[in-house]
């Protein structure tokens, strides 16, 4: 039993918060989530937390957003009521995917022509509006008539020896330099000045005028160019600011989709392994039945999880193969539309599919679909998030999928109800083990190693 430890479970998984507990031998503290009927998230500690280590478990999946703000506001709270540490244990990271940009983008929202109040549509032009002003030229709109009289008598008075000066210069000027950097017809006039002041010093530098002037013309039409990135919310960054805002002081995970996500916070985050149970059943219960580590290949359904699944392998000396995965979106919200190509060898053996997370399960239904068609005959697909938005229960039941292995990270009984292909492990010893090992400062690296 551990000391001085209070445990709040959120409402996304009070299962593996009870089983926790019970590992550590202590009660489940008292917290009271509800919600306004506007919507918002209420909390309300029932136990005293002063000078305490305090743990929250709340995992991603279900309504995560929801749960996200849950655990935000109950980190917050437990720091106003002066807890001496809050660890966040968050066995599925939410927004944890969204490290990087998930796909190639074309188009530009910054390519986009202006369009104008009056006709719907305006011709881009890349004159400087107002349009810069010079030295004998026309009066700028913007200076008023005052200003720009004032503003050619101290240029004319600046001792450097210009032809504008004895009236010629104006003429013999091929035309006016222009700027190509103007997107808003309502730009301001305050550069008007220095602009003219440019141009009186381009004309007087023949190397400034080469720049900017009369070389440099503009294309006739603007034309979006191929290439851009559209703009997409890299949003991991941002959730890792706001719990180290919230106030967590530490983190505890399982399987983040990119371990370099880490890397976006400044306060500790211990990532722990699900592969060492999924080795371990793999090791177990697939091997002696299918023929040993021969009879057995481990497959990487894409290459973001070859460096997981080749660990596998290696310890167990078993052989391994790469499915090459390429979506090919044609929007933001198409994540179905991937080709698959195999790279290994799989045929009369039994394929072993190892992944982090199954969310709409089209990667591993889609593999096990490559897998059997390259001469597997039975494949497992051993996961450790298992999501399962939407229909993919419906999805695997539907499959050539022979077994599907996930952890309890995230809820599994309504799954288990409706899929009897799936078989659940454990995580909540794992993560009791590593509770009680930073409670007592001690390593957690054991926790990595296999047997
Ligand atoms: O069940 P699904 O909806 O198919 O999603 C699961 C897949 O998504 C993730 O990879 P992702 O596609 O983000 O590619 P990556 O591993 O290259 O980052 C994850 O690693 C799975 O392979």
């Given amino acids: 039993m551990v000391r001085n430890i209070v445990m709040f479970s959120g409402s996304s998984h009070p299962e593996l918060t009870e089983t926790i507990c019970t590992h550590l031998g202590i009660p489940r503290s008292n917290i009271h989530l509800s919600k306004f009927s506007v919507g918002e998230t209420r909390v309300e500690i ?10 929250i478990v709340q995992s991603g999946g279900g309504k995560v957003n929801d749960h996200l703000m849950e655990l935000l506001i109950t980190i917050s709270a437990c720091k106003t009521a002066s807890a001496r540490r809050v660890t966040a244990v968050l066995p599925l990271f939410p927004y944890s995917r969204q490290t990087d940009l998930p796909y190639n983008k074309l188009g530009a929202p ?14 881009y032009t890349f004159e400087s509006r107002p349009g810069t002003p010079a030295p004998g030229g026309q009066e700028s709109q913007g200076l008023g008539r005052n200003g720009s009289q004032r503003l050619h008598k101290r240029l004319n008075g600046l001792s450097i020896g210009h032809k504008a000066a004895n009236g010629e210069a104006s003429a013999s000027r091929p035309s006016q330099p222009k700027r190509i950097d103007t997107l808003d017809n309502t730009q301001s006039d305050v550069s008007a ?21 009369p070389t ?10 191929r290439g851009y990135k559209q703009w997409v919310a890299q949003a991991g960054t941002l959730v890792a600011d706001l719990l180290t805002c919230a106030g967590a002081d530490h983190i505890i995970t399982m399987d983040l989709h990119d371990p370099q996500y880490q890397g976006f916070f400044d306060i500790p985050v211990d990532n722990l392994y699900g592969r060492h149970l999924l080795r371990k059943y793999i090791q177990h219960q697939i091997m002696p039945r299918h023929g040993g580590p021969d009879g057995c290949v481990v497959v990487s359904p894409d290459a973001g999880g070859a460096k997981r699944a080749t660990n596998i392998a290696d310890s167990l000396g078993m052989d391994f193969a790469l499915i090459h995965k390429e979506r090919r979106p044609t929007a933001v919200h198409d994540r179905q539309n991937a080709t698959m190509l195999l ?3 799989v045929k009369n053996r039994t394929a072993i599919l ?3 997370l199954a969310d709409t399960s089209n990667t591993i239904t889609r593999a096990a679909k490559l897998l059997k068609k390259e001469g597997a005959h039975t494949v497992f697909a051993l996961v450790t998030h298992g999501v399962f938005s939407g229909d993919a229960v ?5 499959s050539c999928l022979d077994k599907v292995v996930v952890t309890n990270s995230v809820p ?12 659940v492990l454990e995580v909540g010893n794992v993560f009791a083990e590593a509770i009680r090992r930073v409670h007592h400062g001690e390593s957690i690296s054991v926790l990595f190693q296999y047997d």
């Fill in 46 to 55: 029932g136990d005293s937390v002063r000078e305490k280590e305090v743990f």
């Fill in 110 to 123: 910054l390519a986009r022509q202006p369009t104008s109040m009056a006709d719907g549509v305006t011709k």
């Fill in 193 to 213: 000045p220095s602009s003219a002041a440019n141009s009186y010093f381009e004309e007087a530098n023949p190397a400034v005028t080469s720049v900017t002037g």
């Fill in 216 to 225: 440099s013309q503009p294309p006739a039409d603007f034309k979006p160019q």
């Fill in 343 to 345: 790279v290994g060898d």
């Fill in 354 to 356: 190892v992944d982090d």
């Fill in 394 to 398: 419906e999805r695997i039941n539907a």
């Fill in 412 to 423: 599994q009984n309504e799954h288990v109800e409706q899929c009897s292909k799936l078989e």
